[in-house]
């Protein structure tokens, strides 16, 4: 680690003692341990030594630290994969000011995740013509400190009838914040005396109120890194460890195709790099119900048999983003979809055709033609590297290390073996894989 300040740098770009290009990618972390000491061990083992045009690039990794900085310094990074922008304030200001000054390129957007919540990405997926079920939004129970809204609120709230919007929705119904995340806040409600008391509980927080997705068959969890997709079985009611299930062909090759689609349109549209989506299937229909996920949950103790995927594609995109210099967009530009949505209502396409043209929007966004190339002239070795690194006692001690912060002292051994075991059928499935298309 280099001394203060660490914002500080000597800029990027520089070349090393034999003339080789550093190109730095900085890790913004909060209480994440397992996933970054496999991604900087992958990027260490891999040893990428990249030519893009006259440059021969080099990678380094570093994780970036909190501390006072001139709006003015330079930045010394070229990539930062940031998991704090949503709840951390100092860390998000200093990465949009390197956006702004240094060109910074950063997963996720900063402005588009302070400015998107349920609400934006509900009412965009609506107007794309996705099933998302219908929601309300209320009002608050109460407001706290906010002496200038009387006046406004004894003019122009108009007392309402709860239990009417909840007929109207019909039970059960979910409510939650409408800017939420971490499951806090949800309930399901089962009729109009639970959802008098929720609201009640409800406090100051702005409530939505959802139609259940009731007798889905299939949840799906689609993660979404640049143009790469991983679609997973989920079990909300399972315990936290056991959500994410293990399973293979629980969806015909063309809810895949769509569900990709769906996933890369959210992320192109709101300007995302690394989020998850959550799908419900109905009578053969997928409904979108939390979509606004950015920097998902990326731990073995959550993911385990996909947790390798979600670190490689990890390493793909940002080493991609590094190498080609990606430029961040800034600018939010949904027209190209709405004018796509439109043309798919004037010409009365099914959902799947609708879908896929806004796939190909999406596509061209994340630059996805150019990223798959990449990868096969440049990260070729990645596959392997991977298989050998996750059955290391470096990959062991991560797991490890994570399962000792999360579970109590008596369980460590157990979930420990647990997910090392999931890893290890990962490792049986992906040698597998590897022997088929070798
Ligand atoms: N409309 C809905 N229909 C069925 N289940 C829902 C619905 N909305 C939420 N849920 C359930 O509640 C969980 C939490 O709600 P979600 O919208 O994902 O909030 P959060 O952003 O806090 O994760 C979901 O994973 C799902 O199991
Ligand atoms: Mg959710």
């Known amino acids: 680690m280099s001394s203060w300040p660490l914002y500080d740098s000597i800029g990027t770009g520089r070349p090393d003692s034999d003339m080789a ?13 397992d996933w970054p000491i496999c991604y900087e061990e992958l990027i260490r083992r891999l040893e990428l030594e990249i030519q893009v045009g006259a440059d021969r690039l080099r990678f380094d990794v570093e994780r970036v630290t909190i501390e006072p900085f001139d709006l003015q310094q330079p930045c010394r990074y070229d990539v930062v994969l940031d998991r704090l922008t949503h709840w ?7 990465i949009k000011k390197s956006i702004l000054l240094d060109d910074l390129y950063v997963l996720n957007n900063p402005w588009t995740l302070q400015s998107m919540e349920k609400q934006t990405t509900y009412c965009a997926l609506m107007r794309l013509g996705f099933p998302v079920p219908s929601t309300w939004m209320v009002p608050p129970k109460s407001y706290d400190g906010h002496e200038d809204l009387d006046v406004t ?6 007392l309402f009838d709860l239990g009417k919007v909840g007929e109207d929705l019909g039970y059960p119904l979910f409510m939650k914040p409408y800017d939420g995340g971490a499951w806090k806040g ?18 100051s927080n702005v409530m939505h109120l959802q139609e259940s997705v009731e007798g889905y068959d299939v949840f799906v969890r689609s ?7 991983n679609l997973v079985r989920y079990e909300p009611d399972a315990p936290l460890h056991d959500r994410y299930k293990v399973d293979f062909d629980f969806l015909t090759p063309d809810e895949e195709t769509y569900l990709r689609d769906q996933m890369l349109t959210i992320n192109a549209f709101f300007g995302w790099d690394f989020n998850s989506c959550e799908s419900l299937r109905r009578d053969g229909v997928f409904h ?3 979509f606004a996920n950015a920097c998902p949950d990326s731990q073995v103790t959550s993911l385990h048999y996909h947790f390798p995927w979600t670190v490689k594609s990890l390493v793909r995109w940002t080493v991609f983003c590094a190498a080609t210099n990606r430029p961040m967009h800034t600018k939010v530009d949904w027209q190209p979809f709405f004018d796509a949505a439109e043309v798919a209502d004037r010409e009365g396409m099914a959902l799947e055709e609708r879908v896929a043209a806004f796939g190909a ?9 150019r990223f798959e ?11 392997e590297v991977a298989l050998e690194f996750f059955g290391s006692d470096v990959a062991k001690r991560a797991v490890r290390a994570k399962v000792e912060s999360l579970f109590p002292k008596h369980e460590h051994d157990k979930f420990t073996e647990h997910f090392w075991g999931l890893l290890e059928f990962w490792r049986k499935t992906e040698t597998d894989r590897l022997a088929l298309n070798g």
């Open 21 to 33: 290009v550093r190109r730095s990618i900085g890790l913004s972390l909060g209480a994440d341990l």
């Open 88 to 94: 951390y304030h100092v860390s998000r200001e200093w």
């Open 153 to 158: 609120l004894e003019r122009y709230a108009r």
């Open 186 to 203: 949800v309930s399901r409600i089962e009729n109009g005396h639970e959802l008098q008391v929720a609201y009640e509980q409800s406090g």
């Open 223 to 229: 993660i979404g890194i640049g143009p790469q997709v």
């Open 288 to 290: 979108p119900i939390d």
């Open 361 to 369: 929007i999406a596509r061209k966004r994340l630059d996805a033609a």
């Open 373 to 383: 190339d990449f990868c096969q002239e440049h990260l070729g070795a990645l596959d």
